[in-house]
């Protein structure tokens, strides 16, 4: 094709006739160009359906990251409920009385704790890629919401609770307890002594207000993946 229009251009220049070159090179001139925008084009497409076959599979991947995660959440919501009912009941004098058969495994229920790592590694690879392939403005900013602001947040949390019991409860557990098995039940020496010679009763009160803003914490954290999931629904099954 390149020989043809050189051969073109040799004629019109042997047999003098300017105006016409001038006008063919014009139009070689926009052929060019057509054909360069033409090549871009196909190449934005094919370039537009990466980034799509990428949303996809990316979501896709995370959706799956989230479920493990909302599991798990659930597990440590159901027992700081737990906790928190367990919590009410012993720092009751009143009902340690009635029920002191129950006592070891109301401590057992509030003195532990519970640690949480979400699964971020798809997360991670989409940012890495750049979140703006998201093409869901509010699924970007609700997944931003979650990985980055709310998982935090549910963390230090939980992590004030478990502070709570290596630096609160251990110095008192290690001169009290007989028998302990982590989540199960507590037992000590002499639990009239234990409530009322230790700081039991106040670290009760503290360790229930944790557990509840950490109960508070996981379920805005469940309520994020919930919302993440629902907007997730929307665009794979509208094909990404």
């Known amino acids: 094709m390149i020989k043809i229009f050189r051969n073109i251009r040799r004629r019109l220049l042997r047999e003098n006739r300017f105006t016409r070159y001038f006008l063919y090179a014009v139009g070689e001139i926009n052929l060019v160009v057509i054909g360069i925008l033409i090549a871009l084009q196909i190449n934005n497409w094919n370039e537009a359906e990466k980034n799509r076959d990428f949303e996809r599979e990316i979501l896709f991947q995370?959706?799956?990251?989230?479920?493990?995660?909302?599991?798990?959440?659930?597990?440590?919501?159901?027992?700081?409920?737990?906790?928190?009912?367990?919590?009410?009941?012993?720092?009751?004098?009143?009902?340690?009385?009635?029920?002191?058969?129950?006592?070891?495994?109301?401590?057992?229920?509030?003195?532990?704790?519970?640690?949480?790592?979400?699964?971020?590694?798809?997360?991670?690879?989409?940012?890495?890629?750049?979140?703006?392939?998201?093409?869901?403005?509010?699924?970007?900013?609700?997944?931003?919401?979650?990985?980055?602001?709310?998982?935090?947040?549910?963390?230090?949390?939980?992590?004030?609770?478990?502070?709570a019991f290596n630096l609160q409860w251990l110095p008192i557990l290690?001169?009290?307890?007989?028998?302990?098995?982590?989540?199960?039940?507590?037992?000590?020496e002499d639990f009239s002594r234990?409530?009322?010679?230790?700081?039991?009763?106040r670290l009760l009160i503290l360790n229930r207000d944790n557990i509840g803003a950490s109960v508070n914490h996981v379920s805005e954290a469940l309520e994020k993946i919930?919302?993440?999931?629902?907007?997730?629904?929307?665009?794979?099954?509208?094909?990404g």
């Open 62 to 163: 995370i959706s799956q990251n989230l479920e493990q995660d909302k599991l798990r959440l659930e597990e440590i919501r159901e027992r700081y409920l737990l906790a928190l009912k367990s919590a009410e009941l012993l720092i009751s004098e009143n009902q340690r009385h009635q029920t002191p058969d129950s006592i070891p495994f109301w401590l057992g229920d509030v003195i532990q704790f519970e640690r949480f790592q979400p699964i971020t590694n798809s997360y991670e690879a989409l940012k890495s890629e750049g979140l703006q392939l998201v093409r869901d403005k509010e699924l970007r900013k609700n997944l931003g919401l979650y990985y980055d602001d709310q998982v935090n947040l549910t963390i230090n949390g939980l992590g004030d609770v478990e502070g």
């Open 226 to 239: 919930e919302d993440i999931q629902d907007l997730m629904r929307v665009n794979l099954e509208a094909g």
């Open 174 to 188: 290690e001169n009290q307890v007989v028998d302990f098995k982590f989540r199960h039940y507590l037992i000590v």
């Open 194 to 201: 234990f409530f009322n010679e230790t700081n039991a009763i």
